[in-house]
């Protein structure tokens, strides 16, 4: 049954963005409805309370959650007149989970808290008591959890889960272990969310076969998905599709099919997703199911330009979506429909605008019919874009306004995002710059808070990084940024750049895994300036931040692509071979545009390192090699990259340097032998006290055993390695294996939680970034930041190793001299310039390629 066949060469990654009241994981529903833990045991199945219960859960799952809660306030009001206590409670556990889904937060509390109410007045080993009492604190968790109280959230679901233990409830328990995962992943817990899902994964696969096992596994398969554990979320809902399929349940295959088709998709195997898609759509229980199976269908030949099949398939399907009965999926689904039919009449050209705009004038009208102002403000912030786009701008501008409304009202900071940001371009457009700003601050703080929020359930109305995230930062900046800036306004947009940075790096692991906290560089280092490169659509802007000044900030008017393909050229030019005139003035161009307008304040503050926040393919270049006319960026100032103050690792203390040495000197896995690494770690070795691996002992067990048992202030990897803004394709060579950036994160924990000293350096000496990846130095970045070293000196691309040699033997003499003090930044800088004096090695091909980042004192 394995599709998808051998592990994916390349991960999309991306990061969905999205307020934490939808992050109800799919077992929470299941469990509120399992049989062994609700009403249907206490009451026969032919009374009018069991009907009216069984038309709400009905109602609810497919979406209708304001008819839901009709039947089920009728339930309710039944079970109290007849004083039946457990089944009054159950009936409101039932309604606080609908409330929740319509954002009525103060209702639905009241529902749970006077179910609890109900059954604190019962036999305490009741076991109807138990079950629905589990059942309670499960709603109570997610509303927690949706209301931000993530710990509260944690320690209900922990007390749900010793609730279902009692009432011998294995399915309950599960589900409460995986909303616990969840709730560890908002805290930033990440091991502990992992290791949790990990002994799950144990736990289930150990029960024998049957249907409940086969939603527990579904849903486990979907929480490690949401966790960026893509191929174990594969496995596991492979197992979840063998056992629906033993059992004749095509309605739990085809969602399971359908998941692994979303997995396939994350992994770029566009056809092996339609495939399942396919598949999963064949074996729909209904209408809706099939539609959404469809039109995800759709929206993958959409990516993947496939017009005419996509045009095809929309038109069979826009009589299937007119036909359903109004409910919040089927809104979802007219979007996601509209969205697709949009983007293809932007590339074809077709004028089908206005029956867009009736597909989600419809969805509002649905909205409003059934209550539910969560997708009634989605449809509206569709609609909004739409007329946007046609330049309706009066219209646009209300709807927009309207959604937003609605959605600070629910409280919903994903929806806010979303409309706050669409006003604000409006509002731009019409020339309305301070309300522009203050809309897109609003959008800005928004995104913020959901920076845990990595994954939303609700694939209809996820963000994609790239699409939807990243230009929201880089538009607040550019209305930041005009020409008469205040300090306040430079202010805000150096945070935002710096957020921008932080969240690309959370895109990068699928986890907001940074510690953050403001920092100063004047707190920092007197002698240092920081520089911010952004690139924006019509314009390169800089942004200098020196000790005790004033920020400032100056531009070049370029449009973006004409930026990218200058940068694209200098790194070209880079070979050897390549004119050394047409590569000078390439890297001249580039020193005008990000050093030039700063000289005189550098000059006057007596500047020695030069710090850079780069962005975007900026990050690719090497600095170093940048050109004033008549020398290099090196020959004046010491240079250090960062990903931002907000991100800077504190020093340690001097103290006596010993190093763990690791390297391949013999060809391994494709990769080319590196012989004059023999004589790199020699060179380190007559420096400083070092224990080394080479070739044979360097295997991912030796490297694992000495790195967890003993602190060593360097460690220093000479072999191959690649960084790229997959994770996945960001590892480290060893003589048996690959390390990972993931796996490297493990190897280092001990250090980041101060069970061993941290790593005061680490190098990694034959490196490269991956070929055509724009954003491969996230990879480095990633790896720098997880491994807890507080300084990485590593190479953007494979260098001649024995000229490497040099320049390390350089770089470890002039940092462990004993009469002076020099910082790291210093050191390589002179390790470069030795280099650079040297007949054979003064191309920058030679010693361009090494950058520090992190702390460079």
């Keep these: 049954m394995n599709l998808l066949g051998g592990k994916s060469k390349s991960l999309l990654v991306f990061c969905c963005w999205f307020a934490i009241s939808l992050l109800l994981v799919t077992t929470v529903r299941a469990i509120a409805f399992q049989p062994t833990a609700t009403i249907a045991q206490f009451v026969q199945p032919e009374s009018a309370p069991a009907q009216l219960l069984q038309a709400g859960k009905q109602s609810y799952q497919s979406g209708q959650f304001s008819q839901a809660i009709n039947f089920w306030q009728q339930v309710e009001a039944i079970y109290r007149q007849q004083g039946e206590i457990f089944n009054q409670a159950q009936a409101l556990n039932y309604l606080s989970l609908a409330y929740q889904e319509l954002g009525q937060w103060q209702e639905a509390e009241k529902a749970i808290e006077t179910s609890l109410k109900l059954l604190e007045n019962q036999g305490r080993n009741d076991e109807r008591k138990i079950a629905i009492f589990a059942q309670a604190l499960n709603a109570k968790g997610s509303l927690e959890l949706a209301k931000g109280q993530t710990q509260a959230a944690l320690a209900t679901w922990q007390q749900a889960e010793t609730a279902y233990s009692r009432a011998g409830n294995e399915t309950g328990k599960l589900g409460s272990q995986i909303n616990q995962a969840q709730a560890l992943k908002a805290l930033g817990q990440y091991r502990r969310a992992r290791s949790l899902l990990e002994k799950l994964v144990i736990q289930l696969q150990a029960q024998p076969d049957s249907l409940l096992k086969a939603q527990g596994l579904q849903s486990l398969g979907i929480a490690l998905q949401t966790s960026g ?113 949009r983007e293809i009449a932007k590339q074809t050209k077709q004028k089908n605008r206005q029956t867009i705009a009736l597909i989600l004038a419809t969805g509002v009208q649905q909205a409003r019919e059934i209550g539910d102002r969560r997708a009634e403000a989605y449809s509206l912030y569709q609609l909004s874009k739409l007329y946007s786009e046609n330049q309706q701008r009066a219209s646009a501008q209300t709807l927009s306004q309207q959604a937003l409304q609605i959605a600070q009202q629910l409280n919903a900071a994903d929806l806010v995002a979303r409309a706050a940001a669409e006003l604000g371009r409006i509002l731009n457009q019409q020339g309305n710059i301070e309300a522009a700003k203050s809309a897109y601050r609003e ?245 400083i006290e070092t224990k080394v691996l080479l070739d044979r002992e360097f295997t991912v067990a030796q490297f694992q055993k000495l790195i967890s048992d003993r602190s060593f202030p360097i460690v220093h990897l000479a072999t191959h390695g690649q960084f790229s803004s997959n994770p996945e394709e960001t590892f480290l060579l060893t003589w048996d294996s690959r390390l990972n950036v993931t796996e490297l994160d493990v190897l280092f924990e001990k250090r980041r939680v101060g069970i061993l000293k941290p790593i005061e350096l680490l190098v990694l000496s034959a490196c490269e970034t991956a070929s055509g990846d724009r954003r491969a130095t996230l990879g480095l970045a990633g790896l720098a930041l997880r491994s807890g070293a507080y300084s990485t000196l590593a190479s953007l691309w494979s260098v001649n190793d024995e000229s490497t040699a040099v320049l390390m033997s350089e770089f470890y003499q002039q940092l462990t001299q004993q009469n002076q003090s020099i910082t790291k930044a210093e050191a390589l800088r002179q390790a470069q310039l030795a280099l650079l004096k040297n007949p054979v090695y003064d191309h920058p091909y030679f010693w361009a390629a090494f950058v520090l980042i992190g702390n460079w004192l």
């Design 443 to 687: 959008a800005y703080q928004n995104l913020q808070s959901l920076r845990s929020d990595l994954v939303a359930i609700e694939s209809e109305i996820q963000f994609n990084f790239t699409s939807s995230v990243e230009p929201i930062y880089r538009e607040f900046v550019s209305l930041l940024l005009q020409p008469d800036a205040s300090q306040a306004d430079l202010k805000q947009a150096r945070e935002v750049i710096e957020a921008l940075q932080i969240v690309e790096l959370d895109n990068f692991f699928r986890d907001a895994c940074l510690d953050v906290k403001p920092v100063q560089i004047d707190e920092i280092d007197t002698e240092a300036a920081v520089i911010y490169p952004i690139i924006l659509p019509s314009r390169l802007e800089v942004i200098l931040s020196l000790p005790d000044r004033a920020l400032r900030h100056y531009a070049t008017p370029l449009p973006a692509t004409e930026v990218e393909a200058t940068l694209q050229k200098a790194y070209s030019s880079l070979y050897l071979g390549y004119s050394s005139q047409a590569r000078l003035s390439l890297f001249e161009e580039i020193y005008d545009w990000l050093i030039k307008p700063a000289e005189i304040d550098l000059n006057r503050d007596r500047i020695e390192t030069l710090v850079f926040v780069l962005d975007d393919s900026l990050r690719n270049l090497p600095i170093a090699a940048l050109y004033d006319g008549q020398q290099y960026i090196i020959e004046k100032y010491s240079i250090a990259l960062s990903s931002g103050l907000q991100l800077f690792p504190q020093a340690l203390e001097k103290q006596q340097l010993n190093a763990l040495t690791v390297g391949l000197t013999q060809a391994r896995q494709g990769f080319s032998p590196l012989p004059a690494v023999e004589t790199e770690i020699k060179q380190i070795a007559r420096e």
């Design 229 to 341: 554990d893509l191929l174990k979320s594969k496995e596991i809902l492979e197992q979840s599709w063998a056992i629906s399929q033993k059992f004749a349940a095509n309605a739990d295959t085809s969602a399971t099919l359908m998941s692994i088709g979303n997995i396939a998709r994350d992994l770029e195997q566009y056809e092996v997703a339609a495939n399942y898609y396919q598949e999963a759509a064949k074996l729909a229980a209904n209408e809706l199911t099939e539609v959404q199976v469809e039109l995800n269908l759709i929206s993958l030949l959409v990516q993947n330009k496939e017009w005419e099949q996509a045009e095809k398939l929309i038109a069979e399907i826009e009589l299937k979506i007119s036909e359903l009965a109004p409910s919040r999926a089927s809104i979802y689904a007219r979007i996601n429909l509209a969205a697709s039919a």
